[in-house]
T-cell receptor, first 112, second 114 residues
């Protein structure tokens, strides 16, 4: 059974650009959530999607957005990149109503 | 806002010895407490979890204890092995149906010395 797939694995962008990250959940999982991970900061919750609808959102500026497609695949977009956006972005999927999260390996974003 | 404090940030133990990582949470309504292990280059993986109606849970060499009164919970790893070397994260649930999320600790880097 395939796990959560995130693409690309690495990205290098410059300030002011925008970026789109992709996440394919485990087959059958309809809930997808996104996290930002920086060294020493743990995981910060960005947002969660279920049935193409954003169910919950963390405390991030509006530059961070996401969406979910009918096949449960999800994308997140960061516009007007800042140096502080450099981080590992993790996607997790889960069964509906299940608290157990299954994470992908993440996309490492570097903003220069 | 709600937070989870995790200690220590780095823990180095001799192979075969036990390791204990502690977390304290602030939301008295938290009722779900998972522990995740993150190996280099990979995403976090759930290793054990506990709910607020249980005081302790074991799975082979791993155990988690919960003290609701003191609002802290701990991960115990016995007979540590080299493959236990990783970063461990604790988390606590926060919110209800429309705003549910996990609040995460900052992580503990566990080093197993041969």
């Amino acid at each position: 059974k395939a796990g959560v797939t995130q693409t690309p694995r690495y990205l290098i962008k410059t300030r002011g650009q925008q970026v789109t990250l992709s996440c394919s959940p485990i087959s059958g999982h309809r809930s997808v959530s996104w996290y930002q991970q920086t060294p020493g900061q743990g995981l910060q919750f960005l947002f969660e999607y279920f049935s193409e609808t954003q169910r919950n959102k963390g405390n991030f500026p509006g530059r961070f957005s996401g969406r979910q497609f009918s096949n449960s695949r999800s994308e997140m977009n960061v516009s007007t990149l800042e140096l502080g956006d450099s981080a590992l972005y993790l996607c997790a999927s889960s069964w509906v109503g299940d608290e157990k999260l299954f994470f992908g390996s993440g996309t490492q974003l570097s903003v220069l | 806002g709600e937070n989870v404090e995790q200690h220590p940030s780095t823990l180095s133990v001799q192979e075969g010895d036990s390791a204990v990582i502690k977390c304290t949470y602030s939301d008295s309504a938290s009722n779900y407490f998972p522990w995740y292990k993150q190996e280099l280059g990979k995403g976090p993986q759930l290793i054990i979890d506990i709910r607020s109606n249980v005081g302790e849970k074991k799975d082979q060499r791993i155990a988690v204890t919960l003290n609701k009164t003191a609002k802290h919970f701990s991960l115990h790893i016995t007979e540590t092995q080299p493959e236990d070397s990783a970063v461990y994260f604790c988390a606590a649930s926060h919110g209800g149906d429309s705003n549910y999320q996990l609040i995460w600790g900052a992580g503990t880097k566990l080093i197993i010395k041969p």
